[in-house]
């Protein structure tokens, strides 16, 4: 029997002063690494806050590994991580403590919740600074605090909003070389990102989406093929079909 979809939204729509999500349809295999790209106000965030259950649809779907959302919320959510894009941890706590804590969160049997953050400091880097307190580590190193956080319990999926934004470039790429440890270990993971050139380099996959639909969706190489000929980048992809005119509807 064929693995279920890692996320399948259906017909998703939310509004706030005005329609954001308009039947938003998406669907996303297991064990890729997916970019979902959109300009400013697409509703890329909008997505994410209610795949994670945050927030609200006003209609349609979410399913993770065939569990829907909102009728079983605690399986979906025990199966997802979130990281937004800016890291939010305790600042007096120690990266030991802060991982203690959420461990019990999710009521993670302590052993193994105390191994698998000490497994998770020292592939990150940080097991020197385990007992010192967060409130001094710049951002890059409160992004790895938070990411070991939101893999203390294993998911299934990650889904992380603009994870390199304000990092410099060693820290980026350690942030970078995480992400894709994971899909090799199997898990899927979805990103937000502004810097095309990470999403043209890291992902197996990518969404477009603007005005809260579904504009395209694939490979870089497909996505080259409906923005018109050429070898282009993905930024110039990226540019030719979120422009007026220039995607298929």
Known sequence: MNEPAAL??????????????????????????????????????????????????????????????AREPLVAKAMTAWLPDEPM????????????????????????????????????????????????????MKQKVALAGALIHKPRLLILDEPLTGLDATMARSVKDALRAQVDAGATVIITTHILDVAERMADRIGIIAGGTLLAEGTLNELRALAGPGDATLEDTFIRLTSPGGAPR
């Open 89 to 140: 941890i305790y600042d007096k706590l120690t990266p030991v403590e802060y991982l203690a804590f959420v461990s019990g969160l999710w009521r993670m049997d302590p052993a193994e919740a105390q191994a698998e953050a000490e497994r998770l400091l020292r592939w990150l880097d940080l097991w020197d600074e385990r007992d010192t307190r967060c409130e001094g580590f710049s951002r890059g």
């Open 8 to 69: 399948r939204i259906t017909s998703l729509r939310k509004s706030f002063d005005k329609p954001v999500l308009r039947d938003l349809s998406l669907t996303i295999p297991p064990g890729q690494l997916y970019a979902l790209l959109g300009p400013n106000g697409a509703g890329k965030t909008t997505t994410l806050r209610i795949v994670t259950g945050l927030l609200g649809a006003d209609g349609g779907s979410v399913e993770i590994f065939g569990h829907n959302a």
